[in-house]
């Protein structure tokens, strides 16, 4: 029988927090006297008052460590609960959403998606870009717990590798958890606090490089403007590339290089190979559109360096003519986004390690087929991938090829169109946060979506993020039996 107790009492934990977090948009609304505060001062009593009860109710059943189905249990109802309650100051303020939008919005900020149903960003009240903002860090920050801590324990798509020796140096390193978590919270903030700095220095305004920060260093995507980075062209879009890249790096490096070790960082498989495949195709989408258009190539290059950079983090920022690609450029867009960035870090995707794996595997079966007496385990930076890893790295690449498609096939049954349809669905399950398609042409959001498609943008922004296999074990009825 599963323990209830200490999965609510920790979920009631982060209603309260989320709570706090509402005062800060409601302190720039009221400053600027904007009533919209209202909303977020109700939104907060409710989320703390809800939390706080909980918390209180539970208490006495925390006591010993999670087992893996309170894990489960417990990344579920914190990426499923929390944005039903992020979504109130959405609905009691601008832009009064109901309530499928708000929980999109909402949900989309929390995965670090940066898909979005509001058009006229620009004419929100600051304290609400600035809450869409803070979904998009607080996401960031929760997932960056989730990759370090929790997915390697639940074996989730061949991340229990990350536990072996190598890639789990916690050990040695930081003894205790609250060393991981306070380490973690330093470099992140930090990190913020840079890309904020620098996004000032170039002309953004408080609250466009705030928001940008977080969401570039969150690999969210949110940001405070219809036309995203477009009005910052040009320097805004080189450091844009650089922080949308450093979030999509893997956290544990950044805990490793504080505590005096940069060598994991430099000499990190993972790192190397997203480096080799994110130059390659920027530099061949900037060598096709250079040569199939009349632009400069500068401006080309910088283009194509940073909307492919914000694709395959999964962040979700555009600029330039990025909205209207097609072709090779697409093509090239599409695939990186499945394979995403970095595991262990918000970037959503396959992951590059994943995509590793999958391709040693197969250079494996090509020679196994040219020398079949020959036998050769499958190995990752000079490791032996154990069998258990690749069955579980197969089983999610196959899911998520599989989702992908019947998601898409579903959505077309709400009215959408096929390229709408399947993009909606590659921009939700990876995290992007960019869509093509007729539907998303007129806004370059998702507004003009059927409520029944939102919710299958919903489901798979989730699955995205939280990982396809900790969604169908919940589902399955032994899980509940053991």
Known sequence: MVDFRPIAYVFGRILIVLAILMLAPAIVDWSAGDRNAQAFVVS??????????????????????????????????IWFGVPGFGALPFMLGAPGLHFTEAYFEAVSGITTTGATVIYGLDTLPAGMNLWRGLLNGAGGLGIAFVAMIFLPVMRVGGMQ??????????????????DIAQQLLGVYLGLIVVAGLTFSAI?????DATVHAIAAIATGGFSPRDASFNPYAGAGEYFGALFMFLGSLPYVRYVQLVNGDSRPLWQDSQIRAYVKVLGLSVGTVTLWQWWTSDMAFEAVFRESLFNLTSIMSSTGFFS??????????????????????????????????????????????VRRIILPGRVAPVKYDGRTVEP??????????????????VLTVAMTLTGVDITSSLFAVWTALGNIGYGFGPLVERTGTFVDFPDAAKWIMTLAMLMGRLGLLAIFVLVLPRFWQR
């Open 44 to 77: 907060a009593l409710v989320s703390g008052g809800i939390g706080g009860a909980i918390a209180m109710a539970t208490q006495n059943g925390m006591g010993g460590a999670f087992d893996i189905r309170q894990a489960y249990l417990l990344t579920a109802v």
């Open 161 to 178: 590798f990350f536990r072996t020796e190598g890639f789990d140096t916690f050990g040695k390193a930081l003894p205790r958890a609250t």
């Open 203 to 207: 002309g953004m305004t408080a609250l």
């Open 320 to 365: 330039g003519s990025f909205p209207v690609w097609g072709g090779y450029m697409l093509v090239v867009a599409f695939l990186i986004g499945v394979i995403g960035a970095c595991s262990g870090s918000s970037a959503a995707g396959l992951t590059v390690f994943r995509a590793q794996l999958v391709w040693a595997a197969l250079v494996q079966q």
């Open 388 to 405: 258990d890893v690749m069955d579980a790295l197969i089983l999610y690449v196959g899911g998520y090829v599989l989702t992908l498609g």
